[in-house]
């Protein structure tokens, strides 16, 4: 059921203390939660409840979590704990008195996560409405932008056959004993010896003892899957539990380091893909491609990301560029004029491919064109921003979901940093400004 609307009081409290007597009102996070559109945002999730039921937890309080959570770069569990000694964010979320306890569950971040699914966009849009009323992003800056992709990796560690094994061997013995499936031998201690020292063999450089060790595990690993496809045999409800890590363990078994096509490379997260950018430092990365959108210029409040996608199955660069300008367009509401792109989307399916630039293209590359490309290459440091200071370079959340939704808040966030960086720099203008009309009142009526 669709939430009631907080009520303030406007009056104090004999035994709680007013937020907007113990803060700064001039502070930039409480300066941000007077120009986000509370209400617009709650009208566009109000399809996402149902008629009946118990009221929720206030719009503002869930989606405000969220947006200081990938602003200051913290975990579910940080933002809560932060919450409760911090007054400004209890005040961002629409709070009227400090509080002493959270009143909600971490858990409820989980679920408005799974609740808002697409909708997370609308996030996007808001941050851009925000800096462009704050005077951060200009109109002309949303027609001429950069578009990039990266690798947004997985939380899991580098997939090895030995690690694999293991977890699968691992993975099966905790649905067992979940479910009270009796099994002949577990085999856990004699896979956890067998990857210790398959990995100490390969690091040794000793590949015939290494292998050795591979097949203990394979050989534990069959009989696991075989005892248990036994023992639940006939029990069509234990039976639909087991299908799918069954079929993981079997594909981990089958599969072989060097072959072709596709490979599971997490027992836990089996939608984490194997993607080379070419990179010395880091020639594979596991987990999806992403998609990003920056303005080209540098707009008054820095660099602002337009559009964020989570792109499954590791798609050619060059095939994603018309969904991507489209989904832009729709979100900024502002046609696109030049597009600037890097050497992998050659052949790319753009509308109007005159409009796309390529780096190290020559032909028709003149003027504030070259100039406008030789900037391509400042999406490199937004997107470093998006990793190290927000949560771009390690997804924790579960399922492509869990990505696709990573990957957009991530860029929700960044943006939220350059607003709050811009309201800063306005504050120390106008004080400035204040502190030089004094200087000059006082130079001209001196006081004896």
């Known amino acids: 059921m669709r939430p009631k609307q907080p009520e303030t009081t406007r009056s104090g409290d004999l035994f709680r203390a007013r937020l907007d007597q113990i803060i700064n009102l001039k502070h930039e996070l409480a300066q941000l939660a007077g120009q986000i559109d509370w209400n617009w945002i709650d009208g566009e999730i109000a399809p996402l409840y149902s008629e009946k039921g118990r009221p929720g937890i206030p719009t503002r309080f869930a989606i405000g979590l969220l947006l200081l959570k990938h602003i200051y770069g913290l975990s579910d569990e940080g933002v809560c704990e932060r919450w409760v000694y911090d007054p400004y964010f209890q005040y961002f979320t629409g709070e009227e008195f400090f509080q002493h306890e959270f009143p909600h569950e971490r858990s409820d971040l989980s679920h408005w996560r799974k609740r808002l699914g697409d909708k997370l966009e609308l996030l996007l849009a808001e941050s851009l409405r925000v800096a462009h009323k704050s005077g951060a992003l200009r109109s002309k800056d949303l027609k001429r932008v950069t578009i990039d992709t990266t690798v947004q990796p997985k939380?899991?560690?580098f997939p090895t056959d030995a690690k694999l094994l293991h977890a699968a061997i691992k993975g099966l013995n905790r649905l067992a004993n979940k479910h009270g499936v009796p099994l002949r031998q577990s085999y856990v201690r004699i896979a956890k010896n067998a990857a210790m020292m398959a990995g100490r063999y390969a690091h040794a450089k000793q590949f015939n003892r290494h292998r050795r060790e591979l097949r203990i595990l394979r050989t534990r690993l069959g009989r696991l899957i075989r005892d248990i496809g036994r023992k639940i045999a006939g029990q069509e409800s234990i039976e639909a539990v087991f299908a799918l890590p069954l079929a993981r363990a079997s594909q981990?078994?089958?599969?072989?380091?060097?072959?072709?096509?596709?490979k599971l490379y997490s027992f836990h997260a089996p939608e984490t893909e194997c993607i080379g950018k070419g990179k010395a430092s880091a020639p594979?990365?596991?987990?999806?491609?992403?998609?990003?959108?920056?303005?080209n210029a540098r707009a008054p409040g820095g660099q602002f990301v337009l559009h964020a996608k989570a792109l499954p199955g590791n798609p050619y660069d060059g095939h994603t560029l018309k969904a991507v300008i489209e989904d832009t367009q729709k979100l900024t509401g502002c046609e696109i004029e030049r597009t600037y792109v890097d050497k992998g989307y050659r052949g790319h399916d753009a509308q109007n491919p005159r409009r796309v630039f390529i780096s190290g293209q020559k032909r028709g590359v003149f003027g504030v064109i070259k100039r406008e490309l030789r900037r391509r290459s400042a999406i490199e440091p937004v997107i470093g921003h998006l990793k190290a200071e927000g949560h771009l370079g390690r997804c924790y959340l579960k399922g492509r979901a869990g990505d696709a939704a990573n990957a957009i808040l991530s860029a929700v966030g960044y943006n939220f940093r350059r607003i709050l960086a811009w309201l800063r720099v306005l504050l120390c203008l106008f004080l400035i400004a204040i502190t030089r009309v004094f200087i000059v009142r006082s130079a001209l009526n001196p006081v004896y």
């Not at 981990?252 to 596709?262: D, P, V």
Request: avoid cysteine.
């Open 155 to 157: 939380n899991i560690s």
């Open 252 to 262: 981990i078994r089958s599969q072989q380091q060097r072959q072709r096509g596709w």
């Open 284 to 295: 594979y990365e596991f987990g999806v491609k992403v998609s990003i959108v920056t303005t």
